[in-house]
């Protein structure tokens, strides 16, 4: 059975950094692109960064560029989202998602979901 368990989350001021993972297991890692999207109260889930199975291509949403890092390493079947300069607005519950052919940005390309983690930025 497929799991992907987010942790990492927490309280931030703003300025702050935070470092999330993704741990999988029951699924060939290597062979999935992983995305990081996000969800605000009231609003619809958007997509945050994704990388490819080699970890050679990597997507940003504009918003996050230049502040958060996305990298994976395939013997830990894990995926990380370094995240730097925390604003208030990256206040979401964050989860990671593993699709088996691209770094995609739409969430419906997915396969598989973790149940997310909750960042809170304060300002």
């Known amino acids: 059975q497929v799991q992907l368990v987010e942790s990492g989350g927490g309280l931030v001021q703003a300025g702050g950094s935070l470092r999330l993972s993704c741990a999988t297991s029951?699924?060939?890692?290597?062979?999935?692109?992983m995305g990081w999207f996000r969800q605000a109260p009231g609003k619809e889930r958007e997509f945050v960064s994704a990388i490819s199975r080699s970890g050679g291509i990597t997507n940003y949403a504009d918003s996050v560029k230049g502040r958060f890092t996305i990298s994976r390493d395939n013997a830990k079947n894990t995926v990380y989202l370094q995240m730097n300069i925390l604003k208030p607005e990256d206040t979401a519950v964050y989860y990671c998602?593993?699709?088996?052919?691209?770094?995609?940005?739409?969430?419906?390309?997915?396969?598989?979901w973790g149940q997310g983690t909750q960042v809170t930025v304060s300002s």
């Open positions: 029951g699924l060939t890692f290597s062979r999935y692109a």
């Open positions: 998602a593993a699709d088996l052919a691209a770094p995609y940005e739409s969430s419906s390309k997915y396969d598989y």
